[in-house]
């Protein structure tokens, strides 16, 4: 049974933040961010739906991956299980996860594992990281993911907002784990570090590969990043300008649909 109901993206904005929300972590090339992040004068339509029939776990097609589901523990930016996280896997669409299956049998040629920390999350969830975000006074995660940010700084900085593409299904987020050396790949910042290490064009040029000298992302861990970020793009995956492990599907079979049904097998 599919359900479906419309809704004006623009009443869900915050009304308090509605006026920051265009204030992006838009990095040196200014590129449009593709996060599902709300417009706040955007009056588009968005549909939700709780039919789950076109999505897979991603380990019945990609067996390869190492899955640490973040959200599923507390191990996270919040500090406890996420709303709608009920097992620790994976889910995406199929044609999501037919691309990543390509991506994970190139890389394993080269000694690497995919290793996923999130993928589909329910709209619940997201609406978790919004409720959190307003209680200025929960920082009980603060020294590991983001010493150097307020908590009231992260909706305008587009940390949190109140949609993610995450929810259309279609988005992945991962490093690789290295086989020869059995540890997870020195990528020069960790999933969800609230900063600007986070942002791919951090160290160099993504789009040229190209390592910049500074002080924060060594030549190896740039290199590293481009590893996983070229196999993504030659399988039909296009990055996020704010976090190096973000990835959508370029041809996302629900590019307006947000769903809603819980994160389960
Ligand atoms: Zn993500």
Redesign the pocket.
């Known amino acids: 049974m599919r359900t479906i109901f419309v809704t004006l993206k623009k009443t869900l904005v915050l009304p308090a933040l509605a006026a920051t929300l265009f204030t992006a972590c838009h990095t040196a090339n200014n590129e449009v961010v593709d996060s599902g992040q709300l417009a706040a004068d955007s009056f588009q339509l968005s549909t939700k739906s709780d039919d789950n029939s076109d999505f897979v776990a991603i380990t019945d097609v990609v067996p390869d991956v190492i899955l640490e589901i973040r959200y599923y523990g507390t191990y996270n930016f919040v500090g406890t299980r996420i709303d709608g996280y009920l097992q620790p896997t994976a889910l995406l669409t199929r044609e999501a996860a037919d691309s990543l299956k390509a991506v994970s049998d190139e890389l394993i040629k080269q000694g690497y594992r995919l290793k996923i920390y999130?993928a589909y999350r329910p709209q619940m969830g997201v609406d978790h990281f919004v409720r959190w975000g307003k209680d200025l006074d929960d920082t009980l995660m603060k020294s590991y993911f983001y010493p150097n940010e307020t908590k009231d700084s992260l909706f305008i900085k587009e940390y949190i907002a109140t949609h993610s593409s995450?929810s259309r299904g279609s988005?992945v987020?991962l490093t690789l784990f290295d086989m020869r050396t059995e540890k997870e790949v020195d990528m020069g910042g960790t999933f969800d570090w609230f900063g600007r290490e986070s942002h791919p064009d951090c160290g160099g040029n993504p789009k040229t590969g190209e390592w910049r000298r500074n002080d924060t992302i060594t030549a190896q861990q740039f290199a590293s990043r481009m590893i996983l970020r070229k196999a993504m793009l030659r399988h039909g995956f296009k990055p996020y300008d704010c976090?190096w492990?973000?990835f959508t599907l370029k041809n996302e079979p629900y590019p307006d649909t947000y769903f809603t049904f819980p994160v389960q097998q």
């Open positions: 999130d995450h988005t987020d976090e492990w973000h």
